[in-house]
């Protein structure tokens, strides 16, 4: 088992940044990749991005390259999806989410385990 705990949301101006964290605890001894994603009012939830067990990959979907970036520093058991340029379509509750293995997917059926989310609100 792994728990996830989000933190860092907030509300931010366009054009702003926030950089969010995602604790692990749990079964952190074994390798385990970590996936981000959101969800809108009303709209399904979006993969982000995926780092794998040791950070030394990463991936993102388009809409967010070169805006997010996924970092992580296993020796506090912690990931970070750091975000600039927001914009107001960015607004949603952000998820942090696990997988015990090496690598993570882009999909939600990806991950076992979850955050309870973080709002972040950005305003035009």
């Known amino acids: 088992q792994v728990q996830l705990v989000e933190s860092g949301g907030g509300s931010v101006q366009a054009g702003g940044s926030l950089r969010l964290s995602c604790a692990a605890s749990?079964?952190?001894?074994?390798?385990?990749?970590v996936g981000w994603f959101r969800q809108a009012p009303g709209k399904e939830r979006e993969f982000l991005g995926t780092?794998?067990?040791?950070?030394?990959?990463?991936g993102y979907v388009d809409s967010v390259k070169g805006r997010f970036t996924i970092s992580r520093d296993n020796a506090k058991n912690t990931v970070y999806l750091q975000m600039n340029s927001l914009k107001p379509e960015d607004t949603a509750v952000y998820y942090c989410?696990?997988?015990?293995?090496?690598?993570?997917?882009?999909?939600?059926?990806?991950?076992?385990?979850w955050g309870q989310g973080t709002q972040v609100t950005v305003s035009s």
């Open positions: 989410a696990a997988r015990l293995g090496y690598y993570g997917g882009r999909s939600f059926s990806s991950y076992d385990y």
């Open positions: 749990g079964r952190t001894s074994s390798p385990y990749a």
């Open positions: 780092i794998n067990w040791d950070g030394g990959s990463t």
